[in-house]
């Protein structure tokens, strides 16, 4: 046997295919043994990039700049939808002033990314889905004998009846055949689109390892993950079998009295797949956040904002308009309220639709497609603020008044419905004895934290309920109002921020409710609402100016 052939021997050059690989070519991704690395490049091709072979595919391929020919983009321009650059353009007027990330770090990133979707796509999501294939194809399978069952029991009850009734009894059997087709139908449909989205993770998972193979940088910073996608489990169908209701033997109306089937029930149940938490990158807070923009809103009054990125920011305040700015100021969209009051609170869902407090209606709507709908109705309770989740559930802050006080608790909503109250600590103590605004926010490690206005503390639980902790203000600086927290947002670092309005500063926790830092600059003028896009970009309402601030506080 030839020893080249076996699975033990050493790479060999591909060019000759005798000598042993000495060398790599890291952009045509060929094996070179040391002869022929002069036959490889002697076609005057200047892009080859030849490497030692134990450092094969670590040259990173840059794309050349448009502007600049003769150089490679390197770097990403934050301040312009982050356009790829190279170091000439950096330097230039136009990008003067600009924040960049060197295109190794983006590179890197979504690398990391990358890897972690093809393990969530391999040991979860993808056994996930093996799991319901098998059990519709059981069902499927068990389908002829549970049919077979209630054939037996319908052929049984038929032999106590006369022979002029056989053609009945053949009519309803038909009947059965027809309700079984159906049946089928619905399962073996059911099965079509499992195995359909079976496929297309298959199909994404190829396409994963090659871009974990691939070297080209504009194709892996352009990789856009499906994980979200595909978490959200196609609905469960349960098909009830139908039962055969006998009926008492009388000579009349033969057909009506022997008896009849149930029709074919048919229920989903919606899932979605519990994903790891994503690791993110370590970032570190600046020492002096830095301004980086100013918009004017035009209200007599702000109070909210929300945000997913730069390009579409949400604001709230006096009146019924719900403005959409982009960062450049310009005024993109304005939603009124279905009553015409001005909404307690606004969030987005993860299709970026507005949902809204409205205080007159005392419910929680959706606008879609310009369209407003009503998901939420509480009666007898009146709602503040509320938060969507990484799981989409709705989570709303909201109180009743009794004779004896005033009922404050959190209620979290799956699919529109009560599925959790948030109210006492283990001591039966309410965990929110406040009397003034509240707002709420889910946190990145899923702990859930409000700003208690009333209580001036932070209060943080996990997502069971169960208390954490309470913040009540820092001692470290003089403060001439008692801590009085309106806001509160979260970062990709599970970082909590929120607003000390009265004295004109945002505190920075961690997730354990340990003080880190005061954003005191950037002549905050009562700070009260504010959001963290999915970039870490700070977004801080004043009350007093109505201005909406863009403050970069994270390297």
């Known amino acids: 046997m030839d020893p080249r052939s076996t699975a033990q021997d050493v790479h060999r050059c591909d060019l000759c295919e005798t000598a042993i690989v000495h060398s790599y070519c890291d952009f045509c991704h060929v094996n070179l043994c040391k002869p022929c690395i002069g036959e490889h490049i002697s076609d005057g091709y200047d892009k080859h990039k030849i490497v030692p072979f134990q450092e094969r595919r670590s040259t990173l391929i840059y794309q050349k700049c448009e502007m600049h020919p003769q150089k490679n983009c390197k770097f990403q321009c934050k301040d312009c939808n982050n356009i790829v650059i190279c170091s000439s353009c950096a330097l230039s007027k136009q990008h003067k002033g600009h924040y960049f990330v060197e295109l190794v770090e983006v590179y890197k990133t979504k690398k990391e990314d990358i890897e972690k979707d093809t393990k969530e796509l391999e040991n979860h999501i993808s056994p996930t889905y093996e799991k319901i294939a098998l059990e519709v194809e059981h069902q499927l399978a068990n389908l002829d004998g549970g049919y077979e069952k209630l054939r037996t029991t319908i052929s049984k009850h038929g032999e106590k009846w006369h022979k002029e009734i056989d053609i009945v009894i053949n009519n309803v059997k038909t009947e059965l055949n027809e309700i079984k087709v159906k049946h089928r139908e619905i399962l073996q449909k059911h099965l079509d689109e499992v195995k359909q989205i079976q496929s297309f993770i298959k199909q994404t998972l190829l396409a994963l390892k090659e871009l974990e193979q691939s070297t080209e940088v504009s194709s892996t910073i352009e990789y856009s ?126 299709d970026e639709n507005i949902l809204y407090i409205d205080r007159k209606t005392l419910t929680v709507n959706k606008v879609k497609n310009g369209l407003t709908e009503e998901v939420i109705r509480l009666r007898g309770c009146n709602p503040v603020n509320l938060c969507v989740t990484s799981t989409e559930d709705i989570l709303v802050f909201m109180y009743s008044v009794s004779k004896l006080r005033c009922q404050r608790r959190i209620v979290r909503y799956s699919g529109y419905r009560e599925k959790q109250t948030i109210q006492f600590d283990s001591e039966g103590k309410l965990l929110y004895p406040g009397t003034s605004s509240t707002k709420c926010i889910e946190n990145r490690n899923h702990d859930i934290c409000v700003a208690d206005c009333g209580a001036g503390a932070v209060v943080a639980v996990n997502q069971n309920g169960k ?8 001692s470290s600086v003089t403060r001439s109002r008692p801590f009085r927290p309106f806001g509160i947002t979260t970062d990709s670092q599970s970082h909590v921020l929120t607003t000390d309005r009265d004295n004109h500063r945002i505190h920075i926790l961690d997730q354990n409710g340990q003080f880190l830092h005061y954003i005191d ?27 909406l601030k863009k403050i970069r506080y994270l390297k």
């Open 225 to 350: 993950s499906k994980i979200r996608e595909f978490s959200k489990l196609p609905p469960k169908v349960m098909v009830t079998m139908p039962t055969f209701i006998s009926k008492s033997i009388e000579p009349r109306k033969l057909y009506n009295l022997f008896g009849q089937l149930t029709s074919l029930s048919t229920a989903t149940e919606e899932k979605v797949l519990s994903l790891s938490q994503p690791k993110s990158s370590v970032r570190k807070l600046f020492d002096e956040p830095e301004l980086v923009a100013t918009i004017k809103t035009g209200y007599y009054e702000l109070c909210k904002v929300i945000c997913l990125n730069e390009e579409r920011i949400w604001v709230s305040g006096s009146n019924s308009d719900i403005k959409c700015f982009n960062l450049e100021g310009s005024l993109l969209q304005t939603i009124k309220t279905k009553s015409g009051e001005d909404p307690f609170d606004i969030a987005l869902d993860s």
């Open 521 to 547: 600059t950037c002549n905050l003028n009562f700070p009260n609402g504010v959001c963290v896009d999915n970039n870490d970009n700070l977004f801080v309402c004043e009350e007093a100016t109505c201005n």
């Open 467 to 474: 208390f954490r902790w309470r913040y009540t203000g820092h």
